[in-house]
């Protein structure tokens, strides 16, 4: 009995790692990126009332990328794994300053040639205010695609590299 006990107890615990380890392995979901702040800083950006941009992004942008992104930031060649960040901040005006305000969204690019085929080997995400899970891209990221299309001939990215 103790037997069959302890062999239920395995099936069951294999199962439910199994499954849990399938829902970590959807590599079409982009994962939010812990610490990103304390990964090289690319650069800082304000979008003001007027611009193209201004809906949704207005506001203060700092951008991040992690060591595989800097790499490819001075190579123009990103490897899978090279993942850039940016935070987008409110600003406040006030006493001849402009100064951060609450957080808006933390939008991620995540390179991975095979899982984001159809998007340029890059997945998009935008997570909302400090959330680490409430997403904000619907679907398969075309929408920030189309807009990042534009850079194609810097493999899809804004930001610069500058010494």
């Not at 790499?71 to 409110?90: M, R």
């Not at 409430?134 to 990221?141: A, C, H, M, T």
Request: charge should be neutral.
């Amino acid at each position: 009995m103790q037997k069959l006990l302890l062999i239920a107890i395995v099936v069951i615990g294999s199962f439910g790692f199994t499954w849990s380890g399938a829902q970590a392995e959807d590599k079409t979901l982009v994962p939010y990126p812990e610490n990103y702040r304390s990964w090289q800083h690319l650069k800082t950006m304000l979008i003001l009332p007027g611009h193209s941009l201004e809906n949704p992004f207005h506001g203060i942008h700092h951008v991040y990328g992690n060591e595989l992104a800097m790499k490819g930031q001075q190579t123009n060649n990103y490897e899978n794994g090279a993942t850039l960040v940016f935070d987008l901040l409110e600003y406040q005006e006030g006493g001849n300053a402009i100064a951060e305000g609450p957080r808006k969204l933390v939008g991620v690019m995540l390179r991975d040639t095979q899982a984001f085929a159809s998007t340029g080997g890059w997945g998009f995400e935008g997570f909302a205010g400090d959330s680490k899970t409430k997403r904000l891209v619907s679907g398969d990221g075309s929408s920030c695609y189309g807009c990042h299309t534009a850079v194609a001939s810097s493999s899809y990215v804004f930001a610069k590299y500058r010494p």
